[in-house]
């Protein structure tokens, strides 16, 4: 699509912060008006759009994609979609160790049980941990104490959430940036162990390189546009 606008300018509306280009007000796809619940998020999704070039791009707007999500998917359904982020407390990915070699069993206990516990003491659960593949139950009281923390996320943090989970295969992962305050690259850092060991043994190729690369941004974006979306 052809740029059509000179301005774009962030306006207090309602409680919330729109967006309007020459004066006149963003929509999403599905029509609504696309209002960020506060001025830090408006700011960067403001900055989205005066960086376009002379075609509107919105592969290079990934603040306006999560915000369009939010407003037209999840806010009509929030349980519907918190539900569907909580199901990965099911299968967390700190929940399962390798077997071996001990280095890596070590470099996955460092890095995890850090969580694990945050979570134990935040949420008041336990966790069953295993080695290998084969899924284990957990806990009931957890399932549910985890699926009520997602639930009380709004829209727009539910949607940074459920790409910082989707991305690393844990729901404790991204609780512990939204609520836990934990620093977003080394949570990162944690999701990446067994990728990152695979790399040492087997090195890594351009594609294989460059999906990283891509995963990493977008699991920084989300745990930005997270911390923005929070009042």
């Not at 943090?157 to 836990?180: A, D, F, M, Q």
Request: overall charge negative.
């Amino acid at each position: 699509m052809k740029r059509f606008y000179k301005d774009v300018t962030v306006v207090a509306d309602g409680g919330g912060f729109a967006i309007q280009l020459d004066g006149r007000a963003v929509r999403t796809p599905a029509r609504a008006p696309l209002a960020l619940p506060t001025p830090a998020l408006a700011d960067a999704v403001a900055q989205e759009w005066r960086a376009q070039g002379e075609t509107v791009d919105p592969a290079l707007m990934p603040m306006t994609g999560l915000a369009n999500a939010a407003i037209d998917h999840v806010a009509p359904k929030p349980a519907a979609f918190a539900e569907g982020i909580a199901q990965y407390a099911q299968t967390d990915l700190l929940c399962y160790r390798a077997d071996g070699p001990e280095a890596l069993v070590a470099r996955q206990a460092a890095a995890w049980e850090p969580l694990l516990d945050w979570a134990r003491a935040r949420y008041d659960v336990t966790f069953a941990v295993t080695q290998g593949i084969i899924p284990v139950p957990q806990p009931p009281e957890t399932l549910a104490r985890l699926g009520a923390a997602v639930a009380a996320c709004d829209a727009f943090t539910l949607v940074g959430l459920s790409t910082l989970v989707s991305l690393s295969g844990s729901l404790v992962c991204g609780l512990s940036i939204v609520e836990g305050g934990h620093d977003l690259d080394r949570v990162w850092q944690a999701a990446e162990i067994d990728e990152a060991w695979q790399v040492e043994l087997w090195g890594e190729d351009a594609l294989a390189a460059s999906a990283g690369a891509r995963r990493t941004a977008d699991f920084s974006m989300a745990g930005a546009f997270c911390a923005m979306s929070r009042k």
